[in-house]
């Protein structure tokens, strides 16, 4: 094996690495915030889907308000984790 090989191969373990980290922050949060998994998305009519799309952009802002107060309850990955679930929402209800 080369050394190119082995860096392409490394490369590509450590992106579904970082894509299987975003994913389970995504699904924590979703789960955690508002009852849904992230695999019951694409099911969803276009209502439910935007009201969840508020929901979470409702809980973001309230985040960013604790962590701008220095609240001892912000979590920085819950609040990286309800933005890439809304990200992955938005992207998934716009057509193909």
Known sequence: MSIGELKRERGAFL???DLAESEARQRLALQVFCNIDLDELP?????SR??????LTRLMERERLKGARGHWSYDLN???G???ALDT???RAKPL
């Open 89 to 91: 929402l938005q992207t």
């Open 43 to 47: 099911v969803q009519d276009e209502a």
């Open 78 to 80: 819950r609040h990286i």
């Open 82 to 84: 309800l933005k890439q």
């Open 50 to 55: 935007l009201h969840l799309c508020r929901r």
């Open 15 to 17: 992106a579904a690495k």
